[in-house]
């Protein structure tokens, strides 16, 4: 309810203007006192000040200054009997936000405060929105935040924990999430924090590579190797010897590299392809995947040995819909660095922006939420975000979409049993523990659920 303060000496334009604010809702005070109602406004400032241009102790410019001087924010309506052009542009001036000559309507008069109202709102809204991008930036400075890993979920704040122990060591570990998740972010955190930060990072996907290509790649090669090799290279463990390489999406790896690899994390050593000569190699390995490792070495696709060597610590990446409560600051993140990229430092997310970016199921996880907010930031009219810009669809409620109880059911069962999987690092006898069911029982479900 905005409140508003009416200065009118005429007793019966006071009345009848305190009644049209009262029935629209609005607390109203009242005074033929121009100096009195000042000095009340100084211990209680209202949200709107009408006030007469001609009194006798001080007139409407006077008033206005007073006010703007005390509260900024209240917006000043000048009446008078007395209007001209000349009047009405110096009350503009000096910060009116609105002029009306009498005598006037009261419909007209109740259309001039409302649009007074809505201008407060959006003044409102605007500064609530400055005050929560603060809020998260001051956040995003604090504790909740890991290089470029943001969040202050439990989930995250496990990942943060794991990554602080593991990166005193040089033990190997392996990061499991599904694509977008910040794998590789992970990797990087782990580096940068360890012993190892001043050396080399050395990333490489394997499976974006055919088998040839990629033992090249990590092994190198001698000249005359194969045809065009024209020169000697060195693969990705000379060059990352002294720091860290990162594999990703390790479980694509072929068999026969599955083996080589074993080799350099049991004795550090290698042959270049079409070499003779053993190479050593002192080097950090941290794998990826956002495949089931068990799963592949059950179906006889994945090295049971390589397993364990490269499953000495396992880190789990969630969701991003497992974390919504970690979607604002990531999205404070991104804007801001959206923001030097596009020159438009000002960047700001409407509350149902925000609110349809909570509630999205996010398939794509964290690179999608990067993805659209860069989309929306690049074509919005202007520095503030709205839900419409984001082009993306508000989920349907099950009653809307055609979903029966069951398919409901086997929705969130299949939810419980991967987040259970996950807490258990992947030991499905512990998992069913978690689940209170038997482990047959679960063995039933996963492979009900295509999860084995």
């Known amino acids: 309810m905005h409140s508003v303060l009416i200065i009118e000496d005429n007793d019966t334009m006071r009345e009848g203007m305190k009644h049209v604010l009262i029935k629209l809702g609005l607390s109203v005070r009242d005074y033929a006192s ?27 410019i006077e008033v206005l200054d007073a006010v703007r001087r005390i509260s900024p924010r209240t917006q000043v309506m000048m009446i008078t009997a007395y209007g001209s052009i000349e009047l009405a542009v110096e009350a503009m001036k000096r910060g009116a936000a609105d002029f009306i000559a009498k005598p006037f309507s009261h419909q007209e008069f109740q259309i001039r405060v409302e649009k007074l109202c809505k201008t407060l709102d959006q003044a409102d809204k605007i500064s609530r929105l ?33 990554i602080a122990k593991v990166s005193k060591t040089d033990s190997t570990v392996i990061v499991y999430g599904k694509s977008g998740t910040g794998k590789e972010l992970v990797a990087r955190a782990i580096h940068k924090a360890g012993l190892r930060a001043e050396q080399a990072f050395i990333r ?26 024209i020169r000697l290279k060195k693969g990705r463990f000379e060059l990352a010897d002294g720091g860290t390489i990162f594999l990703d999406e390790v479980g694509d790896l072929p068999p026969a590299l599955q083996v080589k690899l074993l080799r350099v994390l049991q004795e550090k050593e290698f042959e270049r392809v079409g070499g003779e000569e053993t190479l050593r190699t002192d080097v950090r390995i941290i794998a990826a995947t956002n495949r ?114 069951n398919e ?32 047959s029982a679960l063995y039933y479900k996963l492979e009900k659920y295509n999860l084995l």
């Not at 000042?38 to 409407?60: A, C, L, N, W």
């Not at 059911?409 to 998992?431: C, F, S």
Request: with cysteine; hydrophobic share 40%.
């Open 204 to 229: 490489v996907n394997c499976g974006a590579l055919a088998e040839g290509v990629l033992e090249s790649e990590l092994f190198g090669h001698e000249k005359g190797a194969f045809t065009n090799a």
């Open 408 to 439: 409901i059911l086997a929705y969130v069962e299949r939810e419980a049993i991967e987040q259970a999987l996950r807490k258990a690092g992947g030991v499905k006898t512990t998992a069913a523990q978690l689940l209170k069911i038997k482990t």
């Open 34 to 60: 121009a100096a009195e109602a000042v000095r009340s406004f100084e211990k209680k400032k209202d949200d709107i000040v009408i006030t007469d241009y001609r009194m006798d102790e001080m007139d409407g």
């Open 130 to 162: 400055a005050d929560e991008n603060l809020y998260l930036r001051e956040e995003l400075e604090g504790e909740y935040n890991f290089g470029e890993i943001i969040g202050q979920s439990p989930e995250i704040k496990r990942i943060y924990k794991t």
């Open 292 to 405: 089931d490792l068990e799963k592949l070495v059950e179906q006889g696709n994945f090295r049971e040995d390589l397993f364990y060597r490269l499953h000495i610590i396992p880190v789990y990446l969630p969701s991003l819909k497992e974390r919504p409560g970690d979607i604002p600051l990531l999205t404070r993140f991104f804007l801001d660095r959206l923001g030097k990229k596009i020159g438009n430092p000002d960047l700001t997310l409407t509350k149902s922006a925000i609110d349809l970016l909570c509630s999205y199921h996010w398939p794509g996880n964290v690179r999608e939420l990067e993805n659209i907010l860069e989309r929306a930031a690049v074509l919005a009219e202007n520095s503030t975000i709205d839900a419409a810009d984001l082009a993306i669809e508000q989920p349907k409620a099950a009653s809307s979409s055609g979903e029966g109880l």
